[in-house]
């Protein structure tokens, strides 16, 4: 389906219907418009990969959190990596990669405070770093492995030697989170669904051990592989996960909240972690934190996982799915761990060489 | 029963057996031992009187936690305010006040590390200020008061200003943190079990507005009195409170917790907050505490504390029961909030005038 699109259409997916639970095919909707064009001052982009994340599903309940909620009608809210096919604007030139807020469709026109970089730092457009891969600014080197630096070295604060442990280890988050952990010095348990994940996470990105939350039973393998206790634990999860981590925290020890992927889809809101009390006795701390609030270090942490990139010390771990009309889907794919590592959709080559 | 034993006698409550769920008569038994005598170096003191606290269910438990459990056939642990009655250590006169650990007996000689202040910092022997009531001891200027005052301004780290929101607020120490975030500048609520507890709060403690949970709907009244969030949640008592607050935790916030009185007797686990994942998009932590890491601190925070006593800015909540047979009703009376303030067992006058 790539690339098929006539030249003067601008396809879209807008969300049709505010979910009740699971996402479905009905969520979503296709809308073709015409192309927009860059005035004065503008920029026009060809998207070429969309991004797809977890996050996406708190974006379609009509109730207000970090980001507003996206609207009936609206084009889904998406990052995006593509092309500058016009500019009028003196900091781009046609041939550079962006990224940016570009949602689920072909082209768009990023809003003044986006190519400024006075708006929300989480809807900027920025350029691909030279000799990186433009996908990877979805991944690795955009808001991704930005919230894997801050959640771990900021909130998470690890030390050499500490024990770290990571729910979705595998995923997008997950898989910098881990990496970066070891770079830290740290001793780094993976917990991923599936045995393929787990031997994944030991033997290609060096963890010091995994768990199979599908096959193992998580409180029991986490108090064989962490005797001393749990000092930082990363949670893209919730759930029982969340539970089994918070019972064996170490004293002093530190739970960041990043996502509750196990709850984003429930219709009723599930029991919280019964283990809480842990953390008094514990004198332990729990905190979420959101990667916007670090916009003015953006530039330091993307220039220190670009040289992890380049040194091997960091892998991509990229999951591309292909075609415009396979969005929602692959979307959709993430809430059964389908993937491995960050999930991109690929809409389109670079029109320009 | 005051001052009725006799002389050569020391009454003494020992744990006679684990408790499933509520405490009950059989929890403890009376036994009597000859009194202790004080040998080299060591004082003998008479416990005049003795405390009673929620996380006392806890220790009663057969599980490693903030301090070791209390083994089955010992004496109850509890601090205690007495006098000395023989001393053979050059720190203490007969006549003095010390509070120390000195359980639920009439008489106790306290271990060296307790006189020499090597031991544990939650188990030293320390003099009753000059000027204070000892049973104070016990409450504001003891390990109460500290709990109140680490808590408050350490962890939840209230700025003038801020909304802070405490449960449990008629109780020992939330009604210290209360007027310690008063003292701070803060616009503070109470929640807290009965009109009568609430009136107290506001009249008499000066707090900004009470919430009585067995009358109100605690969300509805917290989305009116704090419309802008909660800053500032200090938690004493857990359960569906604990998850209404963090449902309207502000950006930021900072959710303290220090007990969880509504589930120390619980058979099972009961669900932990819900609303956790708020924590996330609101920046948010939760964190727990144990006072005795502030041992170092102890001088300072009590001479503030007793200089706001002084200043009339903090006022002393005690309820004082009488008799050494009633320490366990005493005890478990707690849990059904049948105090108001800082709960202790008045045993013995002291001895030498």
Known sequence: MTNTSASNINQQWRLAERPTGMLDESTFARHDEPLPTAGPGEILVRNCYLSVDPAMRGWLNDIPSYVPPVQIGAVM???TVGQVVESNHPRFTPGDFVSGPGDWQDYYVPRQEALSGHGDPGFAVTQVPPGAQ???SLGVLGLTGLTAYFGLLDVGRPHPGDTVVVS??????????AQIAKIAGCRVIGIAGGEDKCRWLTDDLGLDAAIDYKSERVRRRLRELAPNGIDVFFDNVGGPILDAAIAR???????VLCG????????ALPPGPATYVQLIGQRARMEGFIVFDYADQYDIATQR????????????AEDIQEGFDNIPAALIGLYSGANLGKRVVHIADPPIA
Chains 1, 2 share one sequence.
């Open 249 to 255: 925290i170490a004293q002093g020890g530190r739970v």
């Open 260 to 267: 509750a992927i196990s709850m984003y889809n429930a219709t």
């Open 134 to 136: 433009p996908s990877w």
């Open 305 to 316: 996982l670009f040289d992890w990139v380049n040194d091997g010390r960091l892998k991509v």
């Open 168 to 177: 979705g280890a595998a995923g997008a988050t997950g898989s910098v989170v």
């Open 77 to 79: 809210r998406a990052h």
